[in-house]
């Protein structure tokens, strides 16, 4: 190669170079998933309903926030479970580190994360029987977000520095710029954590809307590959290092609409359920005895809230205690909260039971009549679940 096509080559790279670095830096000064944000006027952007990359952000946000009390879970914690109610918990900082698609494996290293880079004082940690699997989930939680070791927000500029390199980030930095950003509604990051419910009540939102969204809902809920044995295995190696880390553990199993549950039934999947409650509660017992502050308690099944009519037979467009089949309303996240830590909101007496090996056969049995007493009850809803069960899925 001679002298001329080797400085061409050499200039053409710097070239290139600069212009990655460019882009990058751009990327990074913008910043349009909110990548490396906590307390910031770039939380009050508005953007589209769909939260591209709430994983970084949350795992970035909960190492600055340091927050006393953490939420854990799915979409369905992120969406009900409340954060402005500091007055439950005496003041202290609250974030809700939950993120949409995550499996039981993927909030494993959530909850690790922030234990970690924050002085977790308790842990809130919503679960549901379907995704408790360690098949990995859309949550996106990609390696080096949680990982542990030293240094973690150098470790974390430099993956989002990389990030900035990306096609959809440029284009989404570049929508910013020029003012077609489609924004709707807040980042979760915002509200502490929790998604904001304008997103949810936009005319922009693709996946939610009570009526249409049950049949994908009640699919998808019935599908699930959970609970599996490795699962709870990993699991209660996690509690265990919660509880070394001095933790307190406040485990719930998500109200997700009777449906749901009664999808796990026709679906053959109960006794499978009832094994993993009776588990959990034995788990909890065997890490109390140990000088473990954890408790478990259940709040799906067939109660005053899950049992609520739905669209198909009211008729109605909303319903007052869930978005739709798999996803509950925050008012009922009150609830939760009040039946766990206490407060003055009143919780309805059949609403959320505490697991223990002592009470764990009593609640079974009682949740196997209640299940017997609303096939009989809700005869319409009972026949379009298992018409659901029998429909192809569709595409995701």
Partial sequence: MDTSARRYLAIFLACALAALALISAVNYRVDPYLLHQWDSPLLQRLRPTTEKLSVWGKTYAVARYRPAIVYIGNSRTEMG?????????DGKSIFNSAVSGASIGEAMRLAEHAARVSHVDTMVWGIDAPSFSLELGTAGVEPG???PGPAFFARRALLNIKRGLTVDMTRD???ILSGTYDGVCLSSLALDGQRDESCLTSRHRTWTGTARAFTPRLQEFGDGLGPTAPALQAFDASVGKLCRGGTHLRLYINPTH????DA????GKWDAMETWQRDLAQLAQRYRSEGCDVRVYDFSGFNSITSEPIPQVTGMREMR???????????VGHFILARLFGGAVPVPADFGVELTPASIAAHHAAMRAARERYHAQHAEETAYLRHVLTLPREPK
Avoid: G
């Fill in 81 to 89: 479970l409340p954060t402005r109610v500091r007055a439950l918990f």
């Fill in 145 to 147: 977000l949680t990982d």
């Fill in 173 to 175: 930095t570049w929508r």
């Fill in 258 to 261: 009777a449906l749901t549950l």
């Fill in 264 to 267: 796990l039934y026709w679906r």
């Fill in 321 to 331: 205690y869930y978005w739709e089949a798999s996803h509950y309303r925050d008012n």
